[in-house]
């Protein structure tokens, strides 16, 4: 691996990089030392010709590459999928969680990912050997929203979802039987392709896969978090786990004004004059929001497209240079629930993306709350 990475210190373990997935492994098993699920990565990392001797410890190595979220003393188990930079992973460890296995295609999220919880996912789920994943209690992932077809019952799930990112989750709960999971997704999959995915989802999880489903759709704004977002939740349970008193929670509906988060004194990113001009202020409708710290609202939608500066769907800070600038790292961690100390080792348009595709980790963690409670 030539180029430079957040998680290059492992390279000095290995003897070949030219295996992505060695990275993974190697640091999995480093984070779950004196774990029982830690017996798998042991006998992979044996195979690789990797000398298990000069592993450092956990805690040595944590303090060493300083990493801020590491398990803790479990009450659960739990596998990340479709991981990003570990919005899930954050709120499920705050409730007592340890996780065993992560999965992340995306090169940059697995470096922010590494950065605050020392491990680097493995990568294209579509790859990933069931087998290999080791046994859990949850699984929680926001899975991209695809296609399904609406084509003939004779395979079951695998006929309705082949070539789905879904069906591989499907696939995982069938063959791990886990007591719980927490999926999310945008609320336009309800509707989308006439509301026949949604329906598919559910059947499969609830009639092929026997699990008791709960579904709805929560506003980030509701709980905590200076930031209207909208999103689509299940919560599934295993036939045998009782939860009958298992419900949705509703928020305390207090909205939180982004104004107090604000960085006054930011300089940047600015937005130029010229572009303000002939763009941003072309029109007199509304748009885009412009916030401040007086502003006592919570804002739109953070999209992963934000470095794009779009006016319709932007949302931008009066101040910096010039009069106008884009959200700062502390900001957009605000707006997601993240806590300051979170590591961004990326590019400032990477950090966007990657915020923009996260859960809001306050929504989560009370999701995660009430489900581990039926546990």
């Avoid at 930011?266 to 007199?284: C, M, N, R, V, W």
Wanted: net charge neutral.
């Amino acid at each position: 691996m030539a180029r430079k990475t957040s998680y290059s210190v492992l390279k000095k373990y290995l003897p070949t990089d030219d295996f992505e997935e060695n990275y993974a492994l190697l640091s999995h098993f480093i984070q779950l030392q004196g774990s029982s699920t830690v017996t798998k990565y042991e006998q992979a990392i044996r195979l690789r010709n990797i000398n298990i001797n000069v592993l450092p410890k956990k805690n040595e190595f944590n303090k060493i590459v300083e990493i801020p979220y590491t398990n803790k003393d479990a009450k659960f188990t739990f596998i990340d999928l479709f991981a990003g930079i570990g919005g899930f992973r954050l709120a499920l460890q705050n409730c007592g969680g340890e996780c065993v296995f992560s999965s992340e295609w995306d090169d940059a999220a697995k470096q922010t990912y590494f950065a605050n919880y020392g491990e680097v996912p493995f990568g294209d789920i579509t790859k990933i050997n069931v087998d290999d994943i080791p046994e859990f209690d949850v699984l929680a992932g926001g899975f991209p929203c695809q296609p399904f077809s609406s084509i003939g019952k004779r395979e079951g799930f695998k006929h309705k979802t082949q070539g789905t990112l879904f069906f591989y989750i499907a696939e995982i709960i069938k063959m791990k039987q886990p007591k719980a999971f927490i999926l999310e997704n945008v609320p336009g999959l309800l509707t989308h392709d006439e509301g026949r995915t949604y329906k598919t989802i559910m059947e499969v999880l609830e009639k092929e896969l026997a699990y008791k489903v709960t579904s709805k759709v929560l506003n980030s704004a509701d709980f905590g978090v200076p930031q209207e977002r909208k999103r689509l939740y299940f919560i599934g349970f295993r036939k045998d786990i009782d939860s009958s008193h298992f419900e949705m929670p509703e928020g305390d509906g207090k909205k939180v004004g982004i104004g107090q988060f604000i960085e006054k004194d930011a300089k940047g990113p600015s937005i130029s004059k010229h572009l303000q001009e002939t763009y941003i202020f072309k029109k007199d409708d509304g748009h885009p929001e412009i916030i401040d710290s007086n502003s006592d609202f919570p804002v739109k939608t953070l999209c992963a497209s934000y470095h794009k500066i779009q006016r319709i769907t932007g949302t931008f800070v009066r101040g910096g240079e010039t009069g106008l600038r884009l959200l700062t790292e502390n900001e957009c961690k605000a707006i997601m629930g993240y806590p300051k100390e979170f590591k961004i080792p990326v590019s400032r348009t990477q950090m966007y993306h990657q915020f923009g595709n996260s859960v809001a980790v306050p929504v989560v963690e009370k999701l995660a709350e009430k489900m581990v409670s039926n546990l």
